[in-house]
T-cell receptor
């Protein structure tokens, strides 16, 4: 079974803080993704990574950055958290080229006060 | 521009009956479609997929139908069970792209 884990299920931060969200997958997948989910907006792609040290912007990258130093780990960074970044953050990974299916972690509910 | 549209935010059905969730897309370059199910406070779980070269894929109680000419796909759940109550997301992938484009989701409630 593919396992994608996220460092925290719930997180509360203050405006202006630097926030790190960590994601780890144990299946040696090349591709990893960060999404946010908001009511009425579905899942929106923030960033994704083809492989180690490779990244590409998704649809809503503003205010975020990412880091992928090791294949199994993909970090999402909020340089200066703002209240409009309160959301559910979901990490996913995908094995290429055998499958197009993305496997998701349990999500991190981030609240920025 | 919303490339994947799930026009029904919610759907309510009785246990044992059929649930039909619909999805429309605008990008004719999509070559692969997936359905995910999501419970509250959990990550989405892959449910079923279909390639654009097929018009039907079945897995147990779940069947996905694809109508390429209408740019429409649907997920059928038969028979529906209360445990199927969740938000269902439709997603499309453009050939050659790494990204999935998701719809906004449909909340399915199956009443006992």
């Amino acid at each position: 079974d593919v396992k994608v884990t996220q460092s925290s299920r719930y997180l509360v931060k203050r405006t202006g803080e630097k926030v790190f969200l960590e994601c780890v997958q144990d299946m040696d997948h090349e591709n990893m993704f960060w999404y946010r989910q908001d009511p009425g907006l579905g899942l929106r792609l923030i960033y994704f990574s083809y492989d180690v040290k490779m990244k590409e912007k998704g649809d809503i990258p503003e205010g975020y950055s990412v880091s992928r130093e090791k294949k199994e780990r993909f970090s999402l960074i909020l340089e200066s958290a703002s209240t409009n970044q309160t959301s559910m953050y979901l990490c996913a990974s995908r094995e290429r080229p055998r499958t197009d299916t993305q496997y998701f972690g349990p999500g991190t509910r981030l609240t920025v006060l | 521009d919303q490339q994947v549209k799930q026009n029904s935010p919610s759907l309510s059905v009785q246990e044992g009956r059929i649930s039909i969730l619909n999805c429309d897309y605008t990008n004719s370059m999509f070559d692969y479609f997936l359905w995910y199910k999501k419970y509250p406070a959990e990550g989405p779980t892959f449910l079923i997929s279909i390639s654009s070269i097929k018009d039907k894929n079945e897995d147990g109680r779940f069947t996905v139908f694809l109508n390429k000419s209408a740019k429409h796909l649907s997920l059928h759940i038969v028979p529906s069970q209360p445990g199927d109550s969740a938000v269902y997301f439709c997603a499309g992938r453009q050939g050659g792209s790494e990204k999935l484009v998701f719809g906004k989701g449909t909340k399915l409630t199956v009443n006992p």
